[in-house]
């Protein structure tokens, strides 16, 4: 399965960088939805789903433009993270070490309104082992927080996370899920806001990755620790 798996993904970068390598024509949409479409299943697969989601959490880009033509710069923006997928090593971090393994148990929900964001985010948090689980609405995450209470929950504040707590709350539900919040307003404001909305933390764009992966991986030990003394009490 191994070989497989490095196969796709030396295709991929085989054709990412002619797409957007320097003298290259431009593509045309179909072409480029038919790819995305192609990789989200072949992917999933294989047992590479960080491939597959981020294939998929650009799509709804490439339908948009399906009937024109893609210059390669703007092609280059819209397949950067995918290109950053099939090129980094999984545990590369900049600035940052290698993050601890958490294991497949953990679960990571992320709503957040760029595509691009979500899928770099997905790939960064993969080599922590968690099962990463992406919405697009504040209803979806809303339903999943008070079903299933997934270990993590990620948000953009103001396009959904502030929305999907205030709703929780309303519910009268005691949220479990460790809450880390992103925007791009930085005042004390929002951050009150989100504290008292049960957000644990609340971080600010341009977003630090190995920041966040340092929160994620402090969130899921902190759960964890709970889990065991709850398990050890029965």
């Known amino acids: 399965?191994?070989?497989?798996?490095?196969?796709?993904?030396?295709?991929?970068?085989?054709?990412l960088q002619h797409w957007v390598g320097s003298g290259q024509a431009a593509v045309s949409g179909e072409e480029v939805q038919r790819f995305l479409h192609?990789?989200?299943g072949t992917a999933g697969t294989i047992g590479l789903a960080g491939l597959s989601e981020t294939a998929r959490l650009l799509m709804p880009a490439a339908e948009e433009r399906a009937s024109v033509i893609w210059e390669p710069d703007e092609l280059e923006q819209l397949l950067r993270p995918l290109l950053a997928y099939t090129t980094a090593e999984p545990a590369a971090r900049s600035g940052s070490s290698a993050p601890r393994a958490i294991g497949p148990e953990a679960e990571v929900m992320l709503l957040l309104d760029e595509a691009a964001e979500a899928a770099e985010l997905q790939r960064r948090i993969a080599p922590l082992g968690c099962a990463v689980t992406v919405v697009s609405m504040p209803e979806q995450a809303l339903q999943r927080l008070l079903a299933h209470a997934p270990d993590v929950f990620i948000a953009d504040a103001a396009s959904g996370g502030l929305d999907t707590l205030a709703a929780a709350v309303?519910?009268?539900?005691?949220?479990?899920t460790a809450v880390t919040l992103i925007g791009s307003e930085d005042s004390d404001r929002i951050r009150i806001?989100?504290?008292?909305?049960?957000?644990?933390?609340?971080?600010?764009r341009p977003l630090s990755y190995p920041l966040l992966i340092a929160v994620l991986e402090r969130q899921l030990g902190k759960r964890r620790r709970v889990v065991r003394d709850d398990s050890m009490d029965r």
Not at 170 to 176: H, I, Q, S, Y
Not at 193 to 204: E, K, P, S, T
């Open 170 to 176: 309303g519910k009268g539900a005691d949220l479990v």
């Open 1 to 15: 399965m191994n070989n497989y798996r490095d196969a796709l993904i030396q295709h991929v970068r085989k054709q």
């Open 193 to 204: 806001q989100a504290y008292r909305l049960g957000a644990d933390d609340y971080l600010v």
């Open 38 to 40: 192609s990789l989200v």
